[in-house]
């Protein structure tokens, strides 16, 4: 199939199936001209990294992940490599919650009529 159907099958962008193959994770055959073809397998691995995108995974990580995801094989370095991304992931929750609850703060000084704000 070309581009544009497996686009449209695994409900991606054409831009995106480009970015996958730039990145290793995707490959296609050509035709004469030049244009990309792929198997049918591929809908459903690009509906995997959409997956694995999704949990917050980089194309660095899936790249190295997919080998075992698509096996099924549950080695110690992808569970490794898995509960580091998750930790990773926790770090920037808690980022995150630090940073609401600073605007948080903002928010209440700005609402205190005794720090000079007038609310119009």
């Not at 409900?11 to 996958?20: F, K």
């Not at 770090?91 to 205190?112: K, N, P």
Request: charged fraction near 30%.
């Amino acid at each position: 199939m070309r581009i544009g159907e497996l686009a449209s099958e695994a409900g991606v962008s054409v831009r995106a199936l480009r970015y996958y193959e730039e990145q290793g994770l995707i490959t296609a055959g050509r035709s004469d001209s030049g244009q990309r073809h792929y198997r049918a397998p591929a809908i459903e691995r690009v509906k995997l990294i959409q997956m694995l995108y999704e949990a917050g995974l980089s194309s660095k990580t899936i790249v190295e992940l997919l080998p075992c995801v698509e096996a099924q094989v549950n080695t110690p370095d992808s569970r490794a490599r898995l509960a580091a991304e998750r930790a990773r992931i926790d770090e920037q929750i808690a980022g995150l919650t630090r940073t609401r609850d600073r605007l948080d703060a903002v928010i209440a000084l700005s609402e205190d009529p005794a720090n000079g704000c007038v609310k119009i």
